[in-house]
């Protein structure tokens, strides 16, 4: 796909992603967050991309991640010391949000919480150390003697239960 054709299709894939931003996180700030990181995500393949292909399921699927690696960012923030800055804020808590936001962050956080807790205990233990601890598919492997395109398989699954847990509990 050339980048005219990419530029091309690029709105469509925004309201796409910006649909599934709001599904899950539920106000328009997010959002954007998940539709500019998915267009840039999918901008870096754009050379495997077929021209002429509806890329729907695609940009759906990007945002999904897109959401879930914002989640994980979020929560990786910790609060280690008294002292709260950019370094130390507990997850998803900016330094200098509002009291709105902060509610909104406890709240996703609580939610995202609850809805892994829903997962089988081999789904969780890897959906955290990919999803949370960021750990590379060569280290789970390492560490679980699980075959890489299983570990993928799994988390994958273990994703998108999350990602639906999350939106029944913002419902």
């Known amino acids: 796909m050339t980048q005219e054709e990419f530029e091309h299709i690029a709105p469509r894939l925004r309201e796409l992603m910006l649909s599934v931003g709001r599904s899950f996180f539920g106000n328009d700030d997010d959002a954007e967050d998940v539709a500019q990181e998915g267009l840039v995500a999918l901008l870096r393949f754009i050379d495997r991309m077929e021209s002429g292909a509806r890329h729907d399921a695609l940009a759906i699927r990007v945002a999904k991640h897109c959401c879930m690696d914002i989640v994980r960012k979020r929560k990786s923030r910790l609060f280690i010391s008294g002292k709260m800055n950019e370094e130390t804020a507990p997850p ?80």
Not at 135 to 151: C, M, R, W
Not at 154 to 170: D, G, N, Q
């Open 92 to 171: 998803g808590r900016d330094v200098g949000a509002s009291p709105h936001e902060d509610l909104e962050a406890k709240e996703l956080h609580e939610a995202v919480n609850k809805a892994v807790q829903h997962l089988k205990p081999s789904e969780r233990r890897l959906f955290e150390m990919r999803q949370i601890e960021g750990l590379e598919l060569d280290d789970i492997a390492e560490q679980t003697n699980i075959a890489k395109p299983s570990i993928k398989s799994i988390v994958s699954t273990a994703r998108k239960k999350v990602f639906e847990e999350i939106k029944k509990l913002r419902t």
